[in-house]
Nanobody, 121 residues
Framework: QAQLVESGGGLVQAGGSLRLSCAVPRHTFSRYDLGWFRQGPGKEREFVSAISRTTGNAVYRDSVKGRFTISRDNAKSTVYLQMNSLKPEDTAVYYC??????????????WGQGTQVTVSA
């Protein structure tokens, strides 16, 4: 079973930046598209961004376009989420998933344990 490991979360003031990392087992990294989701308190898990394994094309939810950038490092089997101009509404546990570029979390086969991002006003 694949184990994805997120890191890089923390507490930041509004307007600040964080870079999340997700280490992915190599056999999983080479086989699947990768995505980031988030889940705020009392909310459902929602799509943030995803990147295609084959084309490198990225998709984003509207509220993070222009602020967040997803990327993948093939040599390190790692996917990143660079988050700039953070807002309090970005506060959530962020999860990386492997399996798809879909907005639907059910399309993903493997997940990490999550990393907390807290943005203070």
């Amino acid at each position: 079973q694949a184990q994805l490991v997120e890191s890089g979360g923390g507490l930041v003031q509004a307007g600040g930046s964080l870079r999340l990392s997700c280490a992915v087992p190599r056999h999983t990294f080479s086989r699947y598209d990768l995505g980031w989701f988030r889940q705020g308190p009392g909310k459902e898990r929602e799509f943030v961004s995803a990147i295609s394994r084959t084309t490198g094309n990225a998709v984003y939810r509207d509220s993070v376009k222009g602020r967040f950038t997803i990327s993948r490092d093939n040599a390190k089997s790692t996917v990143y989420l660079q988050m700039n101009s953070l807002k309090p509404e970005d506060t959530a546990v962020y999860y990386c998933g492997a399996g798809s570029t879909s907005y639907n979390p059910k399309a993903y086969n493997f997940w990490g344990q999550g990393t907390q991002v807290t943005v203070s006003a």
